[in-house]
């Protein structure tokens, strides 16, 4: 390694795509053992043999990171890329973290999805949401934002349906709650800063293909 390599920087969605993509760097012989103690308050942490910086930040905040150029490249869900809509090349869709976007609700909700009527839907994604509703199905909606256990919203009555995530479907199930229009399929993708692409095409392509023979 050069003295005067630079540090690529990766921003990791907290919880288990972090632990996930750590898995799969291991794999290719990208180290952070550091990252793995769970009891550490560190926020950010260096493998010096490859120049690489790591640091963990909520979900959401990684395509922020990313398009700021604060990290070179970004491993989050593409539900957040869609909802934060930050400018940034989606290099690799990593095949984990595999679940659905929907239009949730009880039965009885499924008409109401049929006739352009106007309804209220809960969701931890707004824009999501209203794309869908609004650009898609063209049937005007009040969205209303909640920031987690969307599926009391039809529940007690606050919404009709939801927009959420849903990946083996058991608390929809557990709740009495079915799913009623798929809106896309999700995973965990690889976004890469667009500066950082020109600069550091080399080292960031490497990385790239040998995730992608490893997947
Ligand atoms: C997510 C999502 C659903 C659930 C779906 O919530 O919002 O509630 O997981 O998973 P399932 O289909 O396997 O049951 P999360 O656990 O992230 O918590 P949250 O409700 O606070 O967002």
Redesign the pocket.
């Known amino acids: 390694m050069s003295e005067d390599m630079r540090y690529i920087t990766f921003a990791l969605g907290k919880g288990r795509l972090a632990n996930k993509t750590l898995d799969i760097l291991d794999r290719i012989g990208v180290h952070c053992e550091e990252m793995k103690d769970k009891s550490t308050r560190k926020l950010i942490f260096v493998n010096e043999e490859l120049k690489f910086k790591f640091f963990l930040a909520k979900g959401p905040d990684v395509p922020t990171y990313v398009e700021y150029g604060a990290a070179d490249i970004g491993v989050v869900g593409k539900d957040t890329l869609l909802e934060e809509g930050r400018r940034a090349y989606e290099v690799l869709d990593l095949g984990f973290g595999k679940c659905r976007m929907c239009v949730c609700g009880p039965e009885s909700a499924r008409e109401l999805l049929q006739h352009h009527e106007m309804i209220r839907v809960a969701s ?1 994604y707004p824009h999501i949401a209203k794309d869908y509703f609004y650009n898609k199905k063209h049937q005007t909606v009040d969205i209303i934002k909640l920031n ?4 009391l919203g039809p529940i007690v009555g606050l919404s009709d349906v939801i927009v ?9 199930k557990e709740n009495g709650l079915v799913v009623l229009e798929e809106i896309c399929p999700l995973s965990a993708r690889m976004i890469v800063n667009q500066v950082s692409m020109k600069m550091e095409s080399q080292r960031i392509m490497d990385l790239v293909h040998k995730l992608k023979a490893n997947l």
């Open positions: 931890k987690g256990s969307v599926e959420d995530i849903v990946e083996t479907g058991s608390t929809l």
